[in-house]
């Protein structure tokens, strides 16, 4: 059963492996325990990212607004941050948590109750929360001066670090572990709950499910919330990160590059299949193409080109697989 | 006398002042197959929901296991044990057998978390119920229809049913699946569980089922135990009329004409193996042969969508290569396509625009513009010659019934003036009175001088509408029957299943 979808996860490790052998034969530093990490770091927000826009593609939707929530919610916690004065990680968590699930919970409210197409209402409620936060909450810059110091301070926090040869050291980053908590807990719910079951049924065939006497309107507010909930802290953990909070940052990059990784990863963009570790492995490489194809001596704008290519590739192999499968049906219905 | 299982009293049903149900009582006893027939529009799909506590009857009582429902819900009907499996099977492709079958138990149990050990225990029981082995792990998407309707079936077993209710299950499946789907049906019974099978094909009715419930116009006619039907019989309680069949005969002038169509040696890889036929101008040649046995793909061979690897076709005797449907239709060949509604219509576009899509270039008027009276005639014209029964010709195709749709295909490719007429299952899914009004206009055209190559793969149909009928089976041609009138239904069954003891043809 899951033969082919495990073909499609090992022949994309197969293409990071010669890719990543292929950078390091240019430059050796690539290979190096400290550049892995730096990947990681660098890597986490969008990956965190593609699991929630992931979860959404599973269910048969399409929830574009990600990047809009991130910002949104960074931009809006390090602003009541820096105007209460309370510089608390968790605070900022919470406040930011709270922005996430309610935009999410606004799409899920646009989407069960009119049967808008979830691409529309994504797209425009994108539109919506920021450009609402630009006339309401501002767009000034914040530098790593006024910048709270929680952030700062959760940005280089390590979970372990080893030293360099000049007596530095570096460090895996703790984002690594949320990570692999938000991984775990995604992993738990898709595999374990009936909720998460739903999410798969609902991708495959929605009428079904309502026939079968599930609750939709409950199940699209969780996968959106969800989505939400995780976009918030990714705009945590980037502010964290860069230590600059700008209005318009996430917004114009992110969204093609989640697409591309999940679509890499194998997920069906009609919904219903897909794996989490597809999606993991697609953010892999699309991050290692982000940053390397300098390395191979191409400029960086091939990296915009990658991208739109993956995608278009990805898209049709899914439906040249559904085709594929189609005929399949007939030679078997033969016998 | 058995115990009742379920009884419907004096049901009505009215929708917008349209009477779809007239006072209508079915009682189904324990373990027993009970028939309901119909043709499109009788009131079947407003019974077998209003059974399922879908659709709320205006008057009339549904008593089920001895005790009233006056206000029946779908959940109280899905606790009483009726399982209603709905044409389209309600599976989820995506999600794996063992799933699927388990799947309503999570609604049924209020569970929050899944336990796969359950979920693979619950499927394995119900398969074994029907003894039936279908990997529990195996992508409900990649499994054949007939597999997936068991699936479906095995699924209404994990909540208890005592009533399945298959709405036209046997329309999707071949001849053999069909005879699989019975023999199930039949371990149903011993379990003590009621079938209610819905079917337009009157062969299989007579079959299966121990008492036939006829509706007609939403009126009961009758409830007949099936020994007591025939064809005919049958027939006549569904239409109210009778409907002859006299088998087409093939003038005897054009039988002496050099053949319009020729094909030598067709064969395509996995397809069809070394085809060679011919047919003349007023014929009507039968293509018959299980699914699988090439017939579609040969004809599309014909109209250029699917190109052979080798062989010659003939057209008036000049060997032609059809790459294209273009060719094709240049040549003077149609192709009524097998799925109506997603090759052969544009369902959101007028009856009228449809009528006139494959002859634009013939409506050019002055400056290369469509001409609207030319247009207009046509339209006119081929929705008079076929009976389309529409409001106008602005009408969207959608909106037109089974029948309706089915002429308005046809009038799309008569509008191109075929020579050769390819019609591939020209009456799936209509019901009988379309049909033979089907079967008329199919003469007609070939009385007008047009050859008619008519894929199906009902026998009584085959025999009835054609002149001369062709074979297929595994790819090959392996029997031309060169007069339909002289066959019967049971020597054609033979041939086309392959299953005869003397080898018919071989």
């Known amino acids: ?335 | 006398m058995k115990e009742t299982f379920l009884e419907a009293r004096n049901i009505s049903k009215s929708y917008e002042g349209v009477q779809a149900l007239n006072d209508v009582s079915l009682t189904i006893g324990k373990g027993e197959v009970h028939c309901l027939v119909g043709e499109n529009g009788s009131g079947k799909s407003t019974m077998i929901k209003i059974i399922g506590g879908v659709v709320e009857p205006d008057s009339g009582s549904i008593v089920i296991n001895g005790k009233a429902h006056p206000n029946l819900q779908a959940i109280d009907a899905i606790r009483e044990g009726i399982q209603i499996i709905y044409q389209d099977l309600s599976l989820i492709p995506n999600l794996t057998v063992a799933e699927n079958i388990s799947l309503n138990q999570y609604v049924e149990r209020k569970v929050n978390f899944v336990n796969w050990k359950d979920v693979h225990q619950i499927a394995a029981r119900a398969l074994a119920a029907i003894e039936e082995d279908i990997p529990l792990d195996e992508i409900v998407e990649n499994l054949p229809v007939a597999k997936r309707q068991l699936v479906a079936i095995a699924r209404s077993l994990t909540q208890n049913a005592r009533l399945i209710i298959m709405d036209e299950p046997t329309s999707a499946i071949t001849r053999e699946d069909v005879e699989h789907l019975f023999a199930v049906i039949a371990r149903l019974k011993e379990r003590g569980i009621s079938t209610l099978f819905i079917s337009h094909k009157l062969s299989e009715v007579f079959r299966i089922a121990e008492a036939v419930a006829i509706l007609r116009d939403g009126r009961k006619v009758g409830d007949f135990p099936a020994a007591e039907l025939d064809d005919r019989k049958l027939t006549f309680l569904m239409t109210g009329r009778e409907i002859q069949y006299t088998p087409y005969q093939f003038d005897g002038a054009k039988a002496e004409a050099p053949p319009l169509l020729e094909v030598r040696g067709l064969s395509r890889r996995g397809q069809f193996q070394d085809v060679s036929f011919s047919v003349r101008a007023g014929e009507i040649l039968g293509l018959t042969g299980l699914i699988g046995s090439g017939r579609t793909e040969l004809a599309l061979a014909l109209f250029g969508l699917n190109p052979p690897d080798s062989g010659e076709i003939f057209m008036n005797g000049k060997s032609v290569r059809i790459g294209s449907p273009e060719v094709a239709k240049r040549l003077g060949i149609g192709y009524l396509p097998e799925d109506r509604l997603t090759q052969g219509l544009f369902v959101g576009q007028s009856i009228g625009d449809n009528i006139v899509i494959t002859v634009l270039k013939k409506l050019l008027g002055a400056l290369g513009l469509i001409d609207p009276m030319k247009r207009k005639k046509l339209e006119n014209g081929w929705m008079g010659e076929l009976a389309i029964k529409a409001t106008s010709a602005r009408a969207r195709a959608f909106s037109l019934s089974g029948g309706n749709q089915q002429r308005l295909v046809l009038a799309k490719w008569l509008a191109t003036e075929p020579r050769v007429f390819i019609l591939d299952g020209p009456t799936i899914g209509i019901d009988i009175a379309s049909k033979s009004n089907i079967h008329e206009i199919i003469r007609g055209l070939a009385q007008r001088g047009i050859a008619i190559i008519m894929i199906s793969d009902e026998i009584p149909e085959i025999l009835h509408t054609c002149n001369r009928v062709l074979v297929m089976r595994e790819g090959r041609l392996v029997k031309e029957i060169p007069n339909a009138s002289a066959t019967t239904e049971e020597e054609l069954n033979t041939i086309v299943s392959g299953k005869a003891g003397n080898g018919a043809g071989q």
């Open chain 1, 1 to 335: 059963m899951n033969s082919i979808f495990r073909r499609n996860e090992f022949y994309l490790l197969l293409v990071i492996i010669v890719f990543s052998a292929a950078i390091t034969i240019v430059n050796p530093a690539f290979l190096t325990v400290e550049n892995m990490f730096d990947l990681i770091r660098s890597s986490t927000g969008m990956c965190i990212l593609a699991i929630g826009f992931f979860v959404v593609l599973l269910s048969g939707g399409l929830d574009v607004s990600f990047p809009a929530v991130a910002i949104v919610a960074q931009y809006i916690t390090v602003n009541v941050l820096i105007a209460t004065g309370v510089d608390n990680l968790a605070f900022a968590f919470l406040l930011a948590a709270a922005i996430g699930i309610a935009f999410g919970a606004v799409n899920a409210f646009f989407i069960s109750m009119f049967r808008i197409p979830t691409f529309i209402v994504t797209l425009a409620t994108m539109n919506i929360f920021h450009g609402a936060m630009l006339e309401f909450v501002g767009t000034k810059a914040i530098n790593a001066g006024q910048l709270p110091n929680a952030f700062k301070g959760f940005g280089l926090t390590y979970l372990f670090s080893l030293p360099r040869g000049d007596g530095t050291y570096y460090g895996l980053t703790v984002l690594a572990a949320i990570l692999v908590g938000i991984i775990i807990i995604t992993w738990l719910i898709l595999r374990f709950t009936v909720m998460g079951r739903v999410i798969y049924a609902l991708g495959g065939n929605a009428e079904a499910v309502k026939r079968a006497g599930f609750n939709i309107t409950r199940t699209q507010f969780f996968i959106y919330c969800y989505a939400g909930l995780l976009a918030s802290i990714m705009g945590i953990i980037h502010v964290s990160l860069i230590r600059y909070s700008n209005a318009t940052y996430i917004i114009n990059t992110e969204l093609l590059h989640v697409i591309a990784a999940v679509v890499l990863g194998g997920a069906s963009i009609m919904g219903g299949t897909g794996t989490l570790t597809g999606t993991v492995l697609g953010v892999v490489m699309i991050s290692i193409l982000e940053k390397n194809l300098v390395l191979l001596g191409l400029s960086s704008y091939w990296q915009q080109f990658f991208v739109g290519l993956i995608i278009v590739l990805g898209v049709s192999i899914t439906f040249v697989q559904k085709r594929f499968q189609g005929r399949r049906t007939f030679a078997l219905s033969r016998d």
